[in-house]
């Protein structure tokens, strides 16, 4: 390597994303619910319960839909572009029995995800009470990503919705089957020592998502000194780190991306997540 190519890797390496708090705050919510009048005001009154002590939650602006306002999904998108809210929610398998779906979110949520501009809450299914009971407000929130570093506005969400003395937990598991192929490439290339590439290489993947996850505490512990803001990065497999971590660290709420744009279908994990994990209480953006 000559003293360029040094002073180059040097260089790139000391330039890194910083964190950058977005605002994100919540004045209207719309709830969507398929049972009757009496039991969609129940589920909004569960789910107030449940955000109230969320620094985003500034939400005086409440409406709901029953089962009996929608029957299709152009009829919901409606109701939404008619009002607007800057937070959805509603659960999985609208106008659906779940029992026989298992592994659907169903029509009205998959479409719901795609075409909202507003960020989609997918809350417990009413009848699992047992989800809300054990928790009254979002204490143990994580943030997932494909790409930890740089991404300022989950992060954000993410914070803007634990509770202020709850924990926020930054994860940024690095695929260790796709680390794994590139190292069996530079293998078969004589001119590179294969054991200190591997090593050098895997520094340098955990090494960015560590250093964002320290601007992150530093830049939101300096406006919530209370929040506990935990670091998860590793080398793994993606969905079983993933709902390990859940399940390890009683997850209140997780927070994903769902928007790509190169493509129509929900982003990366979210979807696997969202039809595995049915009991938990999901942040979509």
Not at 62 to 79: I, K, N, Q
Request: with cysteine; glycine share 4%.
């Amino acid at each position: 390597m000559t003293n360029i190519d040094q002073f180059e890797s040097v260089f790139k390496s000391a330039s890194k994303p910083v964190f950058r708090a977005d605002r994100f705050q919540v004045s209207s919510v719309l709830v969507v619910s398929d049972g009757d009048a009496g039991q969609a005001a129940e589920y909004c009154d569960r789910l107030r319960s449940f955000l109230e002590h969320s620094p985003a939650l500034q939400a005086n602006d409440w409406h709901v839909l029953a089962g009996t306002d929608f029957s299709r999904v152009a009829s919901l998108l409606e109701h939404v572009q008619r009002l607007s809210p800057e937070l959805i929610c509603t659960y999985r398998n609208l106008h659906t029995p779940a029992a026989e779906h298992p592994y659907s979110l169903g029509t009205y949520v998959d479409v719901l995800l795609q075409t909202a501009t507003a960020p989609v809450l997918l809350a417990p299914h009413p009848r699992e009470t047992r989800a809300f009971a054990e928790h009254a407000a979002p204490m143990s929130v994580m943030a997932i990503t494909d790409h930890l570093a740089g991404d300022a506005r989950l992060v954000s969400v993410a914070a803007a919705i634990t509770h202020p003395h709850g924990s926020l937990h930054l994860t940024h598991v690095e695929d260790e089957a796709v680390f794994q192929r590139y190292i069996d490439v530079i293998g078969k290339i004589p001119s590179i020592d294969t054991e200190v590439a591997r090593e050098d290489i895997l520094e340098q993947l955990l090494k960015e998502p560590h250093d964002y996850i320290n601007s992150c505490r530093a830049a939101l512990n300096s406006t919530d000194p209370d929040l506990a803001v935990h670091e998860h990065v590793r080398l793994g497999h993606h969905m079983n780190d993933y709902k390990q971590l859940v399940s390890e660290f009683d997850i209140d709420l997780l927070v994903l991306n769902t928007k790509d744009e190169d493509q129509l279908a929900m982003h990366g994990l979210a979807y696997p997540l969202t039809v595995e994990l049915r009991d938990q209480a999901m942040l979509l953006l």
